[in-house]
């Protein structure tokens, strides 16, 4: 009887062509079970293009209920791989129930004897350099039975090159080796390669992997200029196109050999179409001197992996001139309205090809206004004539450097500013002046009797170089305005007035009445009054009024020179003095007596109430009169004045 067995039962690792056919249901009737291997007859079968064989084994223990038949390679068992094997020998870790071996995941086959082929490994080289020869690898290691290698790219295979393979003694197990050759182009460049395993155990294992392929940039540009001005920052850009990877870009100065610092030199890489190559740009912003002048900027670009060590190179040569400088000697100016002034700008180095003036920010259109000149190549200073309020401003000079036509140099800003001139002087008046700028004051003050009757004292300086206010008038000071004059009729003098007062009055003003001073009469009374009547108590009588005196009995009133007065009235005139002299009271004394051949005694004196005595000589005698006489209140001697005979 053959031996049929039922297709998967078994846990046999079947690979199919074919439908299965074999049927085991009286092996399992019986009871029968699997002995040691007695016997191993190989066979081959092709089938569907691949190679299989079977395997068979004697089994010893048979009993009398299983007649079993055994045949080999029949061709009913095309496209099996059949195990028979003793249960006692499961491979791998597998387990028996005396009938079956139970494989662990991942091992198949009737004794667990086979396994899926390893993971695909692909070696690559470290550097693929664009048109160099390739070769890469792939290897399948640890399956059985022998596993398929195969090479695909973006999905179609392109399985080439040699394959090889080698079998382990010790576990059956394959390993299967697989090239690629190609030489290396761009549409290799970032391509994924993908190396395929297949025993039919498993689905078909596969390891990919990216192609970079390494070519070198395009040779650099170098932009910028190469007449520069000495001290002004230029800027030269490099350039260095389709690379891979980015090339490392430097800039030089090839005559020192120094490279410029991250300070002066910076780069920027792009890439191009999502990464297959990159384009590196380099900006070196400088600003060469004159010690630099025939040098020459060199860009280098460096791209090991293709190129080694050597870079790709762009050179330019520069001419470096003297810088554009120039100075304003005067940057503050002060100017009259209607003056004219020269706003002086010189080049004190390098060589301008044109010369602008703005004036507040703004370019000045010297050609345009009669007032302009100047402002040229031969005569940069700018002159300004009939100076008015609108050429108040801040003014620079601008010059164009010759060598690249784009540096400008320009001078500090130079001020216009209005100044006043000094006022006119005004007569009667002093005139001083604090300044002439803006917020300058000039400041009048009227001579000494003089004041101001018209215009401002204090005048200020405004913005255009215009005094505010208006000139004062300083006239002579009207005194008499003031009324000073209180009883009389004023005229002003020159520092002051004079009064013409009215009869009666005196006085600076004319406010004092005209008054004659009177001086006491001793041993006597002055009457005053209109009637003469009342008796003046003052020292002082007014004008047009009248005075009389009297003098206490035992004094007569006299004058100045003795002289009896027998009335005296005095009258006080506008000049503020009496009439006539002042009076005296004298003591009433009788004259003095002569007697011929005789003398005269006076007892006490010859005041009233002396007494006279009479004397004759001798030989002769009083006769004819009294021996005395008496002084009476008259002044008068009583009785006759005797004879002596």
């Avoid at 009757?453 to 255009?464: A, F, P, Q, Y």
């Amino acid at each position: 009887m053959i031996f049929h067995i039922i297709c998967g039962l078994l846990m046999f690792q079947v690979v199919w062509c074919g439908e299965c056919t074999l049927n085991s249901l009286n092996w399992y009737k019986c009871n029968c079970q699997f002995g040691d291997w007695s016997g191993f007859s190989p066979c081959t079968k092709q089938c569907n293009g691949y190679t299989y064989r079977t395997r068979s084994m004697w089994l010893y223990e048979n009993y009398a209920p299983c007649p079993f038949e055994f045949s080999t390679c029949a061709t009913e068992e095309c496209g099996y791989e059949v195990y028979y094997c003793n249960t006692n020998k499961c491979q791998n870790g597998g387990t028996s129930d005396n009938k079956n071996c139970f494989c662990p995941t991942g091992y198949y086959g009737s004794c667990c004897e086979q396994v899926p082929p390893g993971k695909p490994v692909i070696t690559v080289p470290d550097t693929i350099v664009l048109g160099n020869a390739v070769t890469l690898t792939c290897s399948s290691n640890g399956g059985n039975p022998e596993p398929t290698v195969k090479w695909f790219k973006d999905g179609a295979e392109i399985t080439t090159g040699v394959s090889s393979k080698t079998v382990s003694p010790s576990t059956d197990r394959y390993t299967v080796t697989l090239t690629l050759n190609f030489v290396a182009s761009l549409e290799h460049h970032l391509k994924v390669i993908t190396c395929q395993a297949d025993n039919g155990l498993t689905s078909p294992l596969s390891t990919t992997e990216q192609l970079i392929v390494n070519f070198a940039p395009e040779a650099p540009t170098l932009d910028g200029p190469t007449v520069v001005t000495s001290g002004m920052s230029r800027v030269w850009t490099c350039h260095s196109a389709n690379g891979y990877p980015a090339g490392v870009m430097t800039m030089r100065n090839q005559n020192t050999n120094t490279k410029f610092g991250t300070d002066k030199f910076s780069t920027s890489t792009v890439d191009n179409e999502g990464g297959k190559s990159y384009t590196v740009t380099g900006r070196l912003n400088w600003a060469p001197v004159e010690a630099n002048n025939g040098h020459s900027i060199c860009c280098d670009v460096l791209h090991t992996t293709t190129l080694g060590n050597t870079p790709k190179t762009k050179c330019l040569q520069l001419s470096v001139k003297p810088p554009l400088v120039l100075n304003a000697p005067t940057i503050q100016y002060k100017v009259h309205l209607n003056a004219k002034v020269t706003l002086s700008c010189e080049v004190t180095s390098g060589k301008p090809s044109q010369i602008t003036w703005l004036k507040d920010g703004s370019k000045l259109d010297i050609d345009s206004n009669p007032r302009l000149s100047g402002g040229t190549l031969a005569a940069p200073s700018l002159v300004i004539t009939d100076v008015e309020l609108s050429d108040e401003a801040g003014y620079v000079c601008q010059g164009t450097d010759s060598t690249d036509k784009v540096t400008i140099a320009t001078t500090d800003s130079i001020k216009v500013a209005l100044i006043c001139i000094e006022p006119a002087p005004v007569p009667n008046a002093e005139l001083t002046v604090s300044g002439f700028d803006p917020s300058n004051t000039a400041t009048y003050r009227c001579n000494d009797c003089y004041e101001k009757t018209s215009g401002d004292l204090v005048l200020n300086c405004m913005r255009g170089g215009i005094w505010s206010g208006v000139i004062p008038v300083c006239t002579e000071i009207n005194h008499c305005l003031s009324q000073p004059c209180i009883f009389g009729t004023c005229t002003s003098e020159l520092c002051g007035y004079k009064c013409a007062c009215l009869t009666g009055y005196k006085g600076t003003n004319c406010d004092q009445e005209v008054s004659c001073p009177v001086v006491a009469l001793q041993n006597g009374a002055i009457m005053a009054g209109d009637k003469l009547d009342t008796e003046l108590t003052r020292d002082h009588v007014l004008y047009n009024m009248d005075i009389s005196y009297g003098c206490d009995d035992g004094y007569v009133l006299v004058d100045q020179k003795g002289g009896f007065l027998t009335e005296l009235v005095r009258h006080c005139g506008e000049t503020g003095q009496l009439t006539g002299d002042a009076p005296i009271c004298a003591d009433i004394i009788c004259a003095e007596l002569t007697l011929s051949n005789g003398a005269v005694m006076y007892k006490p004196d010859r005041k009233i109430g002396s007494v006279a005595t009479y004397s004759c000589n001798q030989g002769y005698n009083l006769a004819n009169g009294d021996l005395s006489s008496t002084c009476n209140s008259e002044g008068e001697w009583s009785g006759p004045l005797p004879t002596c005979k």
